[in-house]
């Protein structure tokens, strides 16, 4: 059984930062390729930051030089560094896991509200 676990949504300030976690079970993780996409509320969910099994990093332009995406395989799990954030930042933060042969899969999301 395969499970996307993401932890570290919060309520934070502009210009805040948090960190957001996605431990995954069931797959084998060195395999896949990791991501973090968000969903704002009236929007389509976006791709915000991806690594590759390989440990290449893709951004969306919105969060370049303000978020960071790592990777730990000993732990199964993936990072995203956020700081000076923005209200526009505010949406539910989604872990993917993606192997073109073995499936794809996403985690049930953690609320990150940027307000003062």
């Known amino acids: 059984q395969v499970q996307l676990v993401e932890s570290g949504g919060d309520l934070v300030q502009p210009g805040g930062s948090l960190r957001l976690s996605c431990a995954a079970s069931g797959i084998i993780f060195r395999l896949y390729n990791m991501g973090w996409y968000r969903q704002a509320p009236g929007k389509q969910r976006e791709s915000v930051a991806t690594?590759?099994?390989?440990?290449?990093?893709t951004y969306v332009d919105s969060v370049k030089g303000r978020f960071t995406i790592s990777r730990d395989n000993a732990k199964n799990t993936v990072y995203l560094q956020m700081s000076s954030l923005k209200s526009e930042d505010t949406a539910v933060y989604y872990c993917?896991?993606?192997?073109?042969?073995?499936?794809?899969?996403w985690g049930q999301g953690t609320q990150v509200t940027v307000s003062s």
């Open positions: 993917h896991a993606f192997n073109s042969g073995r499936g794809n899969y």
């Open positions: 690594v590759g099994s390989n440990y290449q990093t």
